[in-house]
């Protein structure tokens, strides 16, 4: 039924091992919570849905501890949890760390989570919940666990008349018009399930910004979400638009050096936290594509930052300043325009802001190399932004698991010092900043669903596990969505997995092979169109990307083109720089390629082209053969969908294929390799 697809992977069904379900029922009989706290209310809450959904009958409360127990707590309100656990074992934890563990306690078997907050609790009893929905062995637990990163975040890019820009799953789930009278349930599950995998905050509005939301009659609404999501440890924050204070303010100027601005952002933030006493801060967008900022005053993006981050500082707030900047009027390679402008900044930012930089240098392609302003700025802690909606990624129409694309960068070596990953740079070891944050750009909307795609779920999911612990692989992540989401029998989860895990690959191949990038259709991103020539700007046309021409294709940004890949330290940059060393993976990202160019196979240059594209569609129907025989493993809605949405995405895999090598084909002036000339 539509229910399946709502519940996300926080279904709770009884477990349906009859073994393992004794022993579980043997081993919980009983929760003693001490409940007094917002925040462990929404603990126990969950811990008795959960425990009674996946033991198929009511676990009580007990205010006894008795055999079977499992018992909340913090220390400071425990005698039994302090004579358990040491002060030692609690002290790297954090405010949101927490410990599982089965112990003795007088001649009793108990299950104990504990953490130095409310907030570690709620994410310890997720995470029991979650190894019993993926029914792994409880019986001798001991589990400590602290996030990775601090500031784990959805950023939502709805509008205020519940457009989504870039939404492909219905309208906003932000219900404007009935709140802040009337609290969809929707809210309460959608804070569920972001605690569950350990997002801490929600920006709610698009980065192309409205001021009206920081008007009076909208921030009450925003305390109501804000209180909703409270108990689940959510914070809310919102995009600024920089021009507020001449659009609502009636101020004459935006220029963050004007005192009167200075003020205007100050008294609106004391405002803001009036309604919303823990408000997270603000995401900005500014002097992008259009946006206002502080270059409109011969400002820097620092000062503009700076002037923000003053205003939210005395109330604890932060500002994610985005580095998403690429301006029309400059000749310069896209790839180069935000490390241009940010790295000679670094060190100017305040403590409280984080310069937020998506995961490549250009925007959210199936692959991009990491973007060079990861390692070059060590004085600032830069945030991570991926987009979890599918842009340029087939919508909710096509399945990709986007794990892998994530794991590539943040596994990638910067080179900037010894240790010194995107994902310790972003995590903050490498230059020791206790600040640290990862975004998604959330693909969430109204659809029964929320994500459109029932495989879309899976990346939200993922964001949420990898911004907690950036070491978890994208196999584990699979494996345990699947799980929850699904079914727990092997031969469907093995199966799956294996697709899921090779989903982007595929992907890759049938859309922007070898380091393809940016040509979809334009505007709406969607589909094949590598001639679109007719952009009202040169960089948003897929021509400017590919560069085709009579000799071969590929972008060369070395040092006779762009020289983009400067911005790189030298170990990285040789290695893109070299035709022999450079992976193919990235090769037309940095290359201008010539069609007959031996590849490493032996190959030439357009009979591998030919290949992935071929290949990518052969993979598809792969996917599909393996989807059918899932068919008696899960519900039948479910199945249907998935199967429907494949199919689609074979048909528009061999439009990708077709579109993309007949239209290369006019420059290389070669046969498609005869092999591939049987008629699918
Ligand atoms: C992309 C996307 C825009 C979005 C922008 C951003 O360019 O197409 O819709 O506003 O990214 O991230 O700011």
Request: glycine share 6%; charged share 20%.
């Amino acid at each position: 039924s539509a229910e399946d697809g709502y519940r996300l992977w926080l279904r709770y069904n009884t477990i349906d091992n009859p073994a393992l379900l004794q022993q579980y029922r043997q081993q919980i009989t009983s929760i003693n919570c001490p409940v007094d706290d917002g925040k462990l209310v929404a603990a126990n809450q969950e811990l008795q849905t959960g425990l009674s959904g996946l033991l198929g009958k009511k676990v009580p409360a007990q205010p006894a501890i008795i055999n079977g127990a499992v018992l909340l707590g913090l220390p400071e309100r425990s005698p039994v949890i302090r004579k358990l656990v040491a002060d030692s074992a609690l002290a790297h934890l954090g405010d949101e760390g927490f410990i599982i563990r089965t112990v003795m306690y007088e001649g009793k078997n108990i299950t104990l989570i504990t953490a130095n907050k409310e907030a570690g609790i709620l994410y310890g009893v997720f995470h029991f919940l979650r190894l019993m929905q993926t029914q792994q062995p409880i019986r001798q637990l001991s589990i400590t666990s602290a996030p990775k990163i601090k500031i784990r975040l959805l950023n939502h890019w709805d509008n205020l008349n519940r457009t989504v820009e870039r939404g492909y799953a219905g309208s906003s789930i932000w219900d404007w018009q009935r709140l802040p009278g009337y609290i969809d349930q929707r809210y309460i599950d959608y804070a569920r399930a972001n605690a569950s995998i350990g997002i801490n905050g929600t920006v709610l509005t698009n980065v192309n910004a409205n001021a009206i939301i920081l008007t009076d009659e909208w921030l009450q609404k925003i305390a109501a979400l804000a209180n909703a999501f409270r108990p689940y440890n959510i914070k809310v924050y919102l995009t600024a638009r920089f021009s507020a204070p001449v659009e609502i303010g009636k101020l004459k100027t935006a220029d963050p050096l004007n005192e009167e601005v200075r003020k205007w952002w100050k008294d609106k933030t004391d405002e803001i936290y009036k309604y919303i006493p823990d408000f997270g801060g603000f995401l900005v967008k500014a002097n992008s594509e259009g946006q206002p900022g502080p270059q409109n005053y011969n400002r820097t993006h620092a000062d503009g930052a700076n002037m923000l981050a003053d205003a939210v500082a005395p109330h604890g707030g932060i500002i994610m300043w985005r580095a998403f900047v690429y301006s029309n009027e400059t000749p310069e390679d896209r790839f180069k325009q935000a490390y241009n402008d940010f790295k000679p900044l670094d060190g100017q930012f305040r403590k409280n802001v984080l310069v937020q930089v998506k995961n490549g240098p250009i925007d959210f392609q199936p692959r991009e190399p990491f973007h060079p302003l990861f390692g070059a700025m060590p004085q600032t802690p830069l945030m991570m932004e991926y987009q979890l909606t599918q842009e340029y990624l087939g919508f909710a129409t096509h399945l990709v698991y986007m794990a892998p694309l994530f794991k590539e960068v943040l596994d990638a070596d910067t080179h900037a010092k010894n240790n010194s990953t995107v994902a310790q740079i972003v995590d903050g070891t490498t230059d020791g900043h206790t600040l640290s944050g990862m975004a998604g750009v959330s693909n969430i909307g109204s659809d029964i669903n929320w994500t459109g795609h029932p495989f879309g779920q899976a990346n939200w999911y993922t964001l949420g596990r990898l911004a907690w612990d950036n070491t978890l692989t994208s196999a584990q992540i699979a494996n345990e969505w699947l799980r929850q989401t699904f079914t727990n029998k092997s031969a469907f989860v093995d199966t799956v997995q294996k697709l899921m895990l090779a989903s982007r690959e595929i992907m890759v191949n049938y859309m922007t092979p070898l380091g393809l990038h940016h040509i979809m259709g334009y505007g709406h991103h969607y589909g094949p169109a590598p001639w679109y020539n007719k952009a009202p700007r040169a960089d948003w046309n897929p021509v400017y990307f590919h560069k085709a021409d009579s000799i071969g294709i590929g972008f060369n940004r070395t040092a006779t083109g762009s020289n983009a890949l400067a911005q790189y330290q030298p170990a990285v940059r040789q290695q893109f720089e070299e035709l022999a060393t450079c992976p193919e993976a990235f090769l037309l990202w940095f290359h201008h390629v010539p069609w007959d160019y031996k590849m490493h196979s032996g190959k030439t240059l357009w009979e591998t082209l030919c290949d992935k594209y071929y290949s990518g569609v052969d993979s598809v129907r792969w996917i599909q053969r393996s989807w059918n025989g899932m068919k008696n493993y899960i519900d039948a809605e479910r199945f249907s969908e998935v199967k429907q949405l494949l199919a689609i995405q074979e048909q528009e895999a061999v439009w990708w294929r077709n579109a993309c090598l007949l239209y290369f084909q006019t420059f290389s002036n070669k046969p498609i390799p005869a092999r591939y000339e049987k008629p699918d």
